[in-house]
């Protein structure tokens, strides 16, 4: 009896002492080394990742979280904070980021030389890598292509039961709602979104992947996501039917809702000089071609063209707010989320 | 039944356990500051807009899991120690199997086979026309079920241990005085392993309110689920916190109830004449119908979901998804669960001793205060911690010791549920005779209390061990940088629906968890637990 009280405080003692060394080794850290937080998907960031690694020979550690969650810890870690680079898919955190001083401004040449002013922060804190937009994705079973042209029409009766929305949470529906709220004012969106939730009913999302399924199972009519979720599922399901429109392109529409994945360097980062390296990359034409490409997006930079599957750039409008104005619309956009009681 | 009482000057042990005490409590004292402290504007708008759905939602889950895991864990327990049938001795470990699989694995699995389209109604469908529709999966008795079949072995095991333990010769007086089969069982054997069911369902509804991965998988709206959303939608946790208040409250209320039941059925072994029951050997018809139950309980709750892993894993293992990294994943989710659940082994003991022993007022709000953290649902546990760490002793901030403190603050519970049964089995009695015999206080413990209570404390660092490797929420928020484990990568594969990628991590977290769960189980662990006793 008294030998297995001994075997269990040795085998405290060594997980103990493996901690502390751990430990150690982790706060002697190596000079060429950067830290990467990101709100991305771990397969869609890291074959460039990758990539850069091999080229520079500077090592990368990533990790992959939520987006907000990682506004949050980089807030919460303040100086102490690992990391040297985040990374996500939405600009209104990145400019939340920038407003709470966690990223630092930065002045590159590179960077102004190839992404357009639009698409980055005033100081050049974050810098956009890839564009998206929401689009409306239909089973073409179920729908006719003329049948849906705007947002506002999901929100129609005629679609109850039968649409999917993303939950409340996600950075994208938040981002799009602001964009709409800036557009039409307080009163149209709340209708707008009151719609929506009585048609959805309890077909609210997690992931944009599971409408886009869920819309290829026939489970409800048409759904709200991301571009490339239509583009990843046809990619492994050619046969699935399902169809995107590029919504509110009529005469004097609000144009298609647009986000970017961005990029920016830690205030607190010691290691800005690599950090730089790996933003020159990813604004470099090849960078940018291989970064959008991963996750079938829209590259910045004006001389590289989109993946041919896509819808051609040039042949749809985006809606007019700011994507800077994102984040200072946040605040009011989910209180007006949470009034109408999306879940 | 007779107890000690003595007055006690506060020992160094009871400063321990104050001062545990007091540090797991601050986490959720933090929550409380910031939810009492919130603008009564936000309590009114989440009063109109979420909570009472929340609430509903929440408390209905509970109660119907709690239903459905005591009619399976007790049937369970009761058939695999009082009947003899083909192959019991195989079927009463493969029952505690379900605990070695998360709730998310096994809400994705029934997702994808039960969902819209899915493989189950695909076959319905060509037998019922295609209009059939079955049992949806993200609905109210699919998402209980589901909890239950994960949940179950809780009760099963602690309400077998307690069978194991039961001296039949209660039953025998109660026959020999003529009472009939079934008042016995309802009059004597029930009331006796009442505490262990206790504990059981206890621990299955704070599973259940605190579970994240399962609700969040198949869409059904809880507070813990409604928590992580606010949190990972909010800048501010204000709204959290409001609802980590309303959870936590929740669980105090039951905590203090269930306690106080069991409060009024301790029993100890106060003779040496221990004689377990014989088994019943069942007829050709009740072999039968014992082997249909027991298969189709266990086929649901672990060997449908296990062989729907295999497959996606030689499949995701053909695409290559197995490399160098995968070590450091398997070496990362070993370490991290073993070390916490010793730590919290070393943590509980004094607060789970004092309590049984000794129990004052102080010392057992000491260990209710242990018991406050696994109600806070783990991504407010982690952010609690994390800001605590920050602000006090931020040279910790990134290394293992954060996301080690979070586990022992949610799981300690776990751990504290069997050593203190485990505790109260041993008569104070034994350890006073010690005492006149002459032993010193630290020899008493080491060669009377300490050999007594070993089986419990070993299940404890077992469930614990368990529980740290399944863990998500906190490990998402709080592990440091290069540090994922085989739960995150179940997470981060699956929530991307990459579910054959998250496949082969899946399958390991489960037989990683095998040895620990045999040993839980094993037939030379009971052996000893009858040696004890006798």
Not at chain 1, 202 to 211: A, D, G, H
Not at chain 2, 168 to 178: K, N, T
Not at chain 2, 346 to 361: F, K, Q, V
Not at chain 2, 427 to 449: I, M, Y
């Amino acid at each position: 009896m008294a030998s297995s009280c001994r075997t269990f405080l040795a085998l405290t003692l060594f997980l103990g002492a493996l901690t502390l060394s751990q430990w150690a080794t982790g706060t002697a850290e190596a000079a060429e080394k950067l830290v990467v937080y990101s709100g991305r998907a771990e397969r869609l960031i890291k074959p460039v990742l990758d990539e850069f690694q091999a080229k520079s020979g500077i090592q990368i550690e990533l990790l992959s979280s939520g987006t907000t969650e990682l506004v949050n810890r980089l807030q919460a870690e303040g100086d102490h904070t690992p990391a040297d680079v985040f990374l996500t898919n939405d600009a209104g955190s990145l400019e939340h980021a920038r407003e709470l001083k966690l990223l630092r401004p930065m002045n590159m040449r590179e960077v102004e030389r190839a992404i357009p002013s639009q698409f980055r922060a005033t100081d050049n804190s974050w810098v956009g890598l890839s564009g998206r937009f929401w689009i409306v994705v239909y089973n073409t079973n179920l729908v006719k292509p003329d049948q849906i042209k705007s947002l506002f029409d999901l929100a129609q009766p005629q679609w109850k039961d039968k649409i999917a929305v993303p939950n409340s949470g996600s950075e994208y529906l938040q981002a799009g709602v602001s964009v709409i709220k800036a557009t039409f004012g307080d009163e149209r969106t709340k209708q707008f979104l009151q719609g929506l939730k009585a048609n959805a009913g309890t077909q609210v999302y997690q992931k944009s992947s599971q409408i886009v399924d869920a819309v290829a199972k026939g489970q409800v009519a048409a759904g709200i996501v991301n571009h490339y979720y239509v583009y990843r599922h046809l990619a492994t399901q050619p046969t699935a039917p399902i169809a995107a429109v590029m919504t509110d392109q009529q005469e004097g529409g609000m144009g298609a809702i647009m986000n970017v994945t961005g990029i920016g360097v830690t205030r607190a980062s010691k290691h800005v000089e690599s950090a730089k390296l790996l933003i020159e990359f990813l604004v470099a034409q090849a960078g940018q071609k291989m970064f959008a490409d991963l996750d079938k997006e829209y590259p910045l930079h004006p001389d590289v063209k989109a993946d041919p599957s896509l819808i051609d750039r040039r042949t749809f409008r985006a809606a007019q707010v700011p994507l800077a104005r994102l984040a200072e619309l946040r605040e009011a956009t989910l209180t007006l989320i949470e009034q109408v009681g999306l879940r | 039944m007779l107890t000690a009482t003595r007055a006690h000057p506060p020992s160094s042990l009871q400063w321990i356990s104050l001062i545990t005490a007091a540090f797991l409590v601050l986490p959720t004292c933090y929550i409380l500051y910031v939810a009492l402290t919130a603008a009564p504007t936000v309590w009114s708008r989440l009063w109109s807009t979420r909570i009472p759905e929340l609430l509903w939602n929440t408390l209905s889950l509970a109660a119907g899991v709690a239903l459905t895991t005591l009619l399976l864990g007790v049937s369970l327990a009761w058939i695999t120690v009082r009947y003899e049938f083909p192959g019991r001795r195989v079927w009463e470990w493969a029952l505690a199997l379900p605990l070695a699989m998360p709730t998310y694995v096994l809400a994705y699995v029934y997702a994808h086979l039960l969902g819209m389209g899915g493989p189950v109604e695909q076959g319905w469908q060509t037998i019922m026309g295609p209009d059939a529709r079955l049992l949806s999966p993200q609905s109210f008795v699919g998402v209980t079920l589901i909890m239950a079949l994960d949940t179950f072995p809780f009760v099963y095991l602690l309400v077998r241990g307690a069978l194991l333990n039961l001296n039949i010769s209660f039953e025998e007086v109660a026959r020999a005085c003529g009472v009939s089969p079934w008042t016995t069982l309802w009059r004597v054997t029930l009331p006796l392993i009442r505490p262990a069911i206790a504990a059981g369902l206890a621990l299955v509804i704070l599973y259940v309110i605190s579970d994240f991965g399962a609700v969040s998988l198949l869409r059904y709206q809880t507070l813990t689920y409604a928590v992580y959303q606010q949190m990972t939608s909010r800048y501010d946790h204000t709204a959290a916190s409001i609802l980590s208040l309303l959870l936590v409250v929740m669980a105090i209320i039951f905590l203090v109830t269930e306690r106080w039941f069991r409060q009024r059925s301790r029993f100890y072994q106060t003779s040496g004449r221990y004689r377990r029951a014989t088994r019943h050997h069942a007829g050709p018809a009740g072999t039968a119908l014992i082997t249909g139950y027991v298969v189709l309980v266990f086929g649901a709750a672990f060997g449908i979901p296990a062989a729907m892993l295999i497959q996606w894993s030689i499949e995701a293992i053909a695409q290559g998804a197995l490399d160098a990294r995968f070590l450091g994943f398997i070496w990362n989710s070993s370490f991290l669960s073993a070390l916490a659940a010793c730590g919290a082994v070393i943590i509980g003991l004094p607060l789970a001793y004092l309590a049984s022993r000794r129990p004052s007022r102080l010392n057992l709000a000491c260990l209710q205060a242990a018991y406050a953290g696994y109600a806070l649902p783990g991504p407010v546990a982690a952010l609690a911690v994390l800001v605590l760490f920050t602000h006090f002793v931020p040279v910790l901030y990134g290394t293992v010791v954060v996301l080690l403190v979070a586990y022992i603050l949610h799981f300690l519970p776990v751990g504290l549920q069997s050593m203190e049964p485990a505790l109260q089995q041993v008569t104070p009695n034994v350890e006073e005779v010690a005492r006149t015999l002459g032993c010193t206080t630290r020899r008493t413990l080491r060669r009377v209390t300490l050999p007594l209570i070993r089986n419990g404390f070993i299940a404890a660092w077992v469930l614990m061990f368990l529980q740290t490797m399944k863990e998500l929420p906190a490990t998402l928020l709080l592990r440091p940088v290069g540090f994922d484990t085989l739960a995150i990568r179940v997470w981060l594969e699956a929530s991307e629906e990459y579910y054959q990628l998250a496949a082969p991590a899946a399958l390991l977290i489960v037989l990683l968890s095998l040895p620990a769960l045999l040993l839980l189980v094993s037939k030379d662990w009971r052996g000893r637990d009858q040696e004890v006793v006798s």
